[in-house]
């Protein structure tokens, strides 16, 4: 079974940074693409930013040039730097990755974690 643990949230300024967290454990498998998504209350779950195996990244409008991802493939860990945050950052946000294993490739799911953005 592989799971995929998030950490890092919290409640923090107008202005402050965050860092997320997500490591997968689990055995017997690989990581493709991992990324952020993000719902708030009452709205879709959105991309906030993915990154492939090889370090390609891919951001939101509203993420570009404020967060950056990035991953440690040694730790099976991905990772999310907020900086500048806005009250329209808060939500759960949810890591994911695609991961491959003897029978195939699913995307996989955190359990969330919150941030919230005080003005």
């Known amino acids: 079974q592989v799971q995929l643990v998030e950490s890092g949230g919290g409640l923090v300024q107008a202005g402050g940074s965050l860092r997320l967290s997500c490591a997968a454990s689990?055995?017997?498998?690989?990581?493709?693409?991992m990324g952020w998504y993000r719902q708030a209350p009452g709205k879709q779950r959105e991309l906030v930013a993915i990154?492939?195996?090889?370090?390609?990244?891919n951001y939101a409008d509203s993420a570009k040039g404020r967060f950056t991802i990035s991953r440690d493939n040694a730790k099976n860990t991905v990772y999310l730097q907020m900086n500048s945050l806005r009250p329209e950052d808060t939500a759960v946000y949810y890591c994911n990755a695609d991961i491959s294993r003897t029978y195939g490739t699913l995307r996989y799911w955190g359990q969330g974690t919150q941030v919230t953005v005080s003005s």
């Open positions: 689990g055995s017997d498998f690989s990581i493709n693409a």
């Open positions: 990154i492939s195996s090889g370090g390609s990244t």
